[in-house]
Each structure stands twice: as C-alpha cells, then as structure tokens.
C-alpha cells in the first residue's frame, strides 16, 4: 500500500487521465507550479505527479476507474486546515481537490435539508443556513477555509458536539466514489433508514482511505433565539462534573458549550494576551465557560440566572459571571478561544488532542502534568477542553528543548491516555501523523477488522495510502 | 451462504461446541423442545441443530471460533421481538441466545454510561435508568422482552427518534465478537473518538451478519422533568409540517413526539375501540400528537399553551386540545397506540415501515393511499407515522382477499417508495422479510459494497447467512 513512483506508469496514468478528462480537470507540475499541497499538520508533504480538479461526480469516478486501473495512489484533498497530515503526499501520488465541486445545490426547508458538493466551504454552508432561518450547527476555527468534505472525511468536531454531535449527525446522506469508480449513496434526505448496512458512518471520517465524498445532504437545525452565557469559578473537579449533569438535567434549554480550562491555562492566556480581561477576581481550581442555547429569551434567561446562584449557594461554584451582552459573552469566548494565538505566543510546541470517559478527564489531566512535570520541571503546560465530550487538548512546551524532547513529551501523554482507556485522536483523527499511537486505542482485532474493511473496498491501495492504517 | 444442512458435519460441530463450552452451555434438540424459536416477523422458522446460550464473552468467542473452522451457520437471538425475519432460522444453523447475558455492569454517574450485557431487556434498563437518575430514551411497545443486543443489532427506533435519535445514537460503544471469534471494542465511554473506521456503527444494524454484539456502554440522558402534551387538528399537509418546524424552533424543551394521524386511522381506531375518546369535537384533514419533554415544568407549560393558541390564531392549527393532567396525556397516546390492537381488529393485513423526506411523506401517503383505492376500492387502509423522522406507517387490509393480495399490495407501496426515493424499511430492518425490495432503497454499487464488508469480516459466510443481504 505504498504509494508508487515508477515513472513510466505514473506518466501513463497521467495521460490516460488528461485524454479522458481534459486539460481543464487534469493539471501537471509545470500548471501548478507555487500552488500549496500541504494541509495544517507541519508533517512533510511531497508534490503531487498530477492535480485533478473535477467538477461532477462522474468526473471524479472516471479519475478513480483509471487510477484504480493502473494501480496510481490518489490524495483526495478539502481546505488543507486537518491537523493529522491526511490531506499530505508522500510521493508519486495525484492529488485530488473538490476545490470546484463547491456548489450548494438544494436547500429544503420542509426536511431541513441542505444538499451540496463536498468543496463548499464550512462558513459557506453556515451562512446559507442562516439565511434560510436555520442553523448549522458544527463549527470549528478553520470554518472559512476547510471543506465540507473534509469536514466529512475527518468526522469533526469542534465546539457545539456537546449538544449537537460530530460531523457524523449532521450528514443525512452521502455520496462517495469508490476506489473502482463506483458510486454509492443517494442523497437521500430521509432520519430513519435501515436498510443494510452503513456505508454513511464508515465513509464518514475515513480520511479519504475508503472512497472520495463528492455530495452530501445536510440536517439543519432550528435557529437558537437565545444565548445564555457565564464565566464560572469552580473549586474541585467534582464540582465541574456536577455543574455539568446539573445543567444538563435543569437548564430548560440544555448545554450547548461546557468549556473547563485549567488554571495554568488561564494564568498564561490572560498574562501573555493583554486585550483579554479577567472576568472574575479570584483564582479558580478549575474555570468553566458555561452556555444554554434555546427558543424563549426570557424564561431562559431568568432560569440561567436562578440555576448560578442555586450552584453558588449549593458550593459547587466559587463564584460566576453572567455576560451581560453579546460582547461580554464574546470576551468570555476570547478567553477560550486563545489556542488561535499560539502559533505566535509558544513556537515549539507539542499538542494533544485526546478524549477520556467525563469520568476520568479531571485524573487524566492530573496525571499527564504530574509526569510532564517530573522530567520537565519548567515547562509550560495548558489544559483545556470540551469537557462536555470528555475532549481534552493538552499543550506542552519548553523554549530549550532539545529535538528529541518531543517524542519523549508525545510518549509521556500518550501511555497515560492508553492506561486509562483513552482515545488518543478525540476530534482531529489519525492521518499521518497519529499512526504510531493508534494501537494504543484500537486493538489488533480492531485493527485487523480495519484493514480487512480497507482491502474489501479499496483492494489495490490506492486512496491515501499510508494514512490512518499503516 | 447458504445455511449447510450436512448432517455429518453438523453433528461435528456439535460434538466440538458441546466438548469446548459444555452441556450447560449447549443444549441439543432433545433437550430444548417445546421452546419458542421464532421471532415476531410472522416468517418461517426451522428448529436449530443446537442452541447455544454463553454466560460469558470469551464462550460466545470460542463458539464461533468452532463455528467458522466448520463453516457451521450461526443465527443469533435476543429477545426475538423483531419484525423482519432477521432472527429466525431458515435450516441448519446453531441458534446463539445471548439471553443468560443479562447483568447491568456499572452505571457511571458521571460519564452518565451505563455497560450492560447484549442480553439485558431494554424496560430492565429503562428503570435502572431512571433508578439512578437519568433517561435511557429508547422505547419501543415490545420493551419488556426485547433486549438491548437486538435493538443494537436492529438499530431499532421507536417513539422519540426526533429528539434522540436511533439506537445508534444511544451506544458510546459495542463490543462484538467477529465469524472468527475475535472480539473487537473497547467498551470506551467516550463521546468523542476519531481513531480509524466506525466498525461500531458498521456492527450496529448489521442484524446479525457481521458480528455478535456481547456487551455496550450505553449513553444515559438527563431526566425530564416536565411534559407538555397536545392533541391537534390540522387543516392540511402544509400546516402540518409549518406546524412542526415552527414547533422544532419555539418550543423552549424542543419536540420529544410529534406523531401524525390521516383521517382514516383516526376514523377506524375510534369507532373500533369504544374505550377511545375523542380529543377534539369536530374532524380534521389531519391529527397531530404534540409533545414536548424539558427540565422547567413552568415555564416549559406556559410557553408550549402560547404557542398552540399563536398556532390557532395564525391558522396552522384548526382545533388543539392540552393534556390537563397524565391520564389526559395517556388517553391522547392510546388513540396513537391503537396499532397493539390490530391482531384482534384486522386480521390479514399487510403492514409498512416506509420513510421519506419530510417533505414527500404527505405527497407519498396520498399517492399509495390512490393508488391502493384504485385497485381495492373498499380496504381498509390506515396511515400514520413519526413524521418528525419522515416514518410512514401503512396498514392495508380487506376481509376477502386471495392469497396472492398480499403481493400485490406490497407491489403498489414498494413502488410508490422507490419513485419517490424513501427507504423501504424505516426501523425495523430488512432480515428476510425485505430482501426482494431492499434493492428499491440500495443501488448496485451500494448493495455490491455491502457484500464486500460482509465478505471481508465473514469470509466463510456462517452469520446470519440469508439474511439481509441475499
């Protein structure tokens, strides 16, 4: 399943795709010269032989028929914003962009549907829904520029799955090519379908490793009329977990976001980034981002405001800020929202992206900075999450590391993770550069299941190959 | 995939099961007669060679192990509720009962889990559910008997799909054990898990043909505390899907229930069952069963008796009676759940469990309900549905039928379904039931991609052979 780089087969491949889909789909090196292939993991990426640009479903089964036939590796590429090197070449292989499958085709608003081509970007697709007086719900950072196919491919995340689920439960349907060029899905927009097996979910977040999305029917949601908003201060970790269950059960409008950041988080955000503002006086154990997104303004408003100060009376808060406005609430948010800044505050670093049972994450955390901690006494260390989804992110980073440093940081995480039933990819998945620890959360009988799965659908190799299954 | 009726080979097979897992494990013909092997579908079912009923997931392991070295076909069994066919067997296969697999083993108050063994009712784990505090939202009429293993292996629906979703959305994990005997899952609690292929998603609705489902980590949801419920009458199709978007949107607890009535079923029910009321005094083109399910028994009241007096006012609404109290409430549901009665008021009927878009259900009913009046001017034919999941129920009887009706009723709703792109079996799976009309919701490349999967993870074909896929 390595990619292949004979090149008297790569160019045969190469005008066998440019006879059959034109100059205008099929472009060589000397076309794109300057042009980025690499997505945002900082792993290495190689040029592709060739880049295909299709515009239809049917061109992008011609391209998989052909490369199929010859046995030519295909990097299906989205808005090159994945954090796992799964959209990057290793070498001698084509690359395929949906770039300019970017149409939204359908909007339904009596099924709440919305159809479109897998190269519309996430904010596009926000947008559209808006207009239409509903909600998408997902969202994460790099909304401007990733794809709805990447979106699809990776299964994301980001930060409302605490009430709306990943990727994977905003998709009705999709369509996708094989690897033989066949197409399978049919843009059904239909909640309750049970007939076989499901091809959907096992397309959804495999990295471009099983077959190409080309189309999907989206579920909108209704258009929340009200946000509630509080910065809260917590003193244990019981504490936040009892916030958690105790919003969920009583907030008539349920949790949208429970974002619990560590002190060691807070204390460097708010010391390094000037603009942003303590929303409360005291120091917390843990500090907690609290938000209920519904349909009546003022019964909810009123029951936010009396569910903080029952937790205040009760201890499980320290203490608690209401946001007042939009703005308040969006100074709560730029708090949370720092990580944007590190590129430009902690060069260096080493990120994780692991998820525990809600349980364990307050252990997990612990234990992760006890040993980090012994062997890097100074360094600085930031955990914050999604706590709703038991999603952690831990950042680690010393200003005089040596390079091997950071195998050692990536082992120390990732054996507690293992040791505690962890996930070690919760939102960004495996790509490239999470193949060495996918063992740790998956068993060799998953790992076996995976693979017999792979050689079933996709029996040369050809799409991705060298990506979440080594 | 055939089930093998070699006799030699199968009393092997036998011969080894009983030496590796004991006589208390598996019993012979002699020793299991008289009992039930059917399931609820109505369709022919043969005795097994052995029935064999595992305490543990290592036995179920070491089962099919032997099973797969003798190509030796294995039906598996929960609590043989099922409507498809998918549990009975056609001839020579081993019957595995995962019935004597009935321990809760933990709730987790925290993570808000509960693990349970595949053979644990689903009513057992509603009320240790609601013993410690949360909702297990499933629920389906034959919840005293069928097990959580079959609403897995089924990906079964039920009453508050809209608001919760399928039994998929209720498993965090599955472990299962594959044709070879090798287990795969973790039974990880975690929300958030981007680590390779979905084979959880890929086991669940599987009906037995991909894997063994032995034990789950089911997701619990906060409690309701309050329920607001309505009986209304709509003036047409239109208005009944205003009136559930605008619901979806204003409702300040969302919609928990909102099941449609045609005239017909209303009709029929009311005049069949003399301890049915009435909600509304006059008749409507269509019935609506409202109901929403929230955390502030107050508020959440107020705003749901608002909202039907704006929908009266604009219009969308012709008539609305409001539960006063949980007999009112219960007294609504029994006119919704007048179908338990059909085995008494209408014999010989043909049932469907058909979906759609939300926008093509009333176009879809009206074309069936056409085009089955054309050819059988006086039947009974009685609809109704979830339409919040686009679920359609059909009911089609008339006393003198021949034998060969039945056919031709199937023939005219499978193709009304086919031409307007619905699934032919919305929740109740295809088993055997459905395999000569799957092909109406699946196309080539889907159904020769599923094949691929059940190759791939069964290669010898011993689970479930003949059914679901043919």
Known sequence: MQPSSNPVRASEVVDAL?????????????????????????????????????????????????????????????????????????????????????????IDPVSATMTVQAGVPLQTVQEAADAAGFLFPLDLGARGSATIGGNLATNAGGNRVIRYGMMREQALDVEAVLADGSVVGGLRKMIKNNTGYDLRNLLIGSEGTLGVITRAVLRLRPKPRAVSTAWCGVPDYASVTTLLRLAQERLP???????????????????RLPELRAPLAGRHAYYVLLESCGADPESQAAAFEAFLADRLEAGTLDDAALAASETHAAAFWAIRDAPGEYGRLIPGRVSFDVSFSIADVGAAAQRC?????????????????????????????????????????????????????????????????????????RSPAELAAMRAVKAALDPRGILNPGKLLA
């Open 253 to 271: 409008a349920g949790v949208s976001a429970f974002e619990v950041m560590w002190p060691g988080y807070y204390d460097f955000v708010l010391s």
């Open 369 to 441: 900075d006890a040993r980090l901690r012994e062997r890097w006494p100074n360094a600085t260390i930031l955990i914050y999450g999604h706590l709703g989804d038991g999603n952690l992110h831990i950042v680690v980073q010393e200003p005089d590391w040596p390079a091997t440093a950071v195998a050692d940081v990536k082992r120390v995480v990732y054996e507690v993770t293992g040791e505690m039933g962890g996930s070690v990819s919760a939102e960004h998945g495996i790509g490239t550069k999470k193949l060495d620890v996918l063992a740790l959360s």
């Open 18 to 106: 440019r006879e059959a889909l034109g100059a205008a789909v099929v472009s060589l090196p000397g076309e794109f010269a300057g042009r980025r292939h690499a997505d945002s993991s900082r792993m290495p990426c190689a040029e592709p032989i060739a880049l295909l640009r299709p515009r239809t479903t049917e061109q992008v089964a011609t391209a998989l028929r052909l490369c199929h036939e010859y046995g030519q590796p295909v990097v299906t590429q989205g808005g090159l914003t994945g954090l796992a090197g799964g959209a990057c070449m290793l070498g001698g292989e084509v690359a395929l962009s949906l770039e300019r499958m970017n149409a939204i085709e359908e």
